[in-house]
């Protein structure tokens, strides 16, 4: 197709939609600093560990030129979080999933360290992990304290498909997740650090973190 430079490559797949499979051992065993938004920063200035939990079309691009990444000296990937609501079609959800399984099996070729994508809607939290092998450990979603509920959701899926105590890193969300992450043993990585402000808003947050444990 005119513009894309995607490779014409099929990769190996063990499930019936031919989502590709992740190789195990090219997965993050931690989170490489400095860890950045795609598009948030000049791709001359190089980045551990780079994200696309922002607008599809800010990484639409990185889809027709999977190489971008590359070329900015990244060491880690998390996978690409095309949109999907619990209203798209399961054909969407499946392109949007085949989409960013081939892109993170074709950055491991080229050796860099991957991140599972959880941030998915509820209702396909059960096909999320096609193509991730049993007992991956590297996995991410993107946290809001108006709906932190799901992370619980995610790490729960996480914990079921590696089998033991996964890494579990939380990008985004304000002092609720924060503590949230802090009480549970994840990753939290602040969207920016003007959210460790220490707002007015901060005691609400902990008495409705406390509510919830009881």
């Given at each position: ?27 993050a ?9 795609w ?8 980045a551990?560990?780079y ?56 950055w ?7 991140w ?17 092998p ?23 899926a ?9 890494l ?8 609720l ?5 802090l ?6 990585h602040?969207?920016?650090?003007h ?20």
């Amino acid at each position: 197709m005119k513009g894309y430079t995607v490779p014409d490559i099929i990769w190996p797949s063990s499930n019936e939609y031919g989502i590709p499979d992740l190789l195990p051992d090219v997965q993050a065993a931690a989170m490489v600093q400095p860890f950045e938004k795609w598009g948030d920063q000049a791709r001359t200035k190089p980045a551990g560990t780079y994200h696309f939990y922002t607008d599809d079309y800010k990484f639409e691009n990185v889809w027709r030129d999977p190489a971008q990444p590359l070329r900015a000296g990244v060491q880690a990937l998390v996978e690409c979080n095309f949109s999907a609501g619990e209203n798209s079609p399961l054909a969407v959800w499946l392109w949007d999933l085949y989409r960013k399984r081939w892109l993170a099996r074709y950055w491991q070729g080229c050796g860099v360290k991957i991140w599972v994508d959880l941030n998915v809607p509820d209702r396909f939290l059960d096909t999320a992990l096609l193509g991730v092998p049993q007992g991956w450990r590297a996995y991410c979603s993107r946290g809001k304290d108006c709906d932190f509920e799901h992370l619980f959701r995610e790490h729960e899926a996480a914990c079921n498909h590696c089998g033991d105590k996964p890494l579990f890193l939380v990008y985004g969300g304000g002092s609720l997740v924060e503590n949230i992450c802090l009480k549970q043993g994840w990753i939290f990585h602040p969207e920016n650090m003007h959210l460790k402000d220490g707002r007015a808003m901060r005691g609400l947050q902990l008495r409705l973190l406390e509510a919830y444990y009881g």
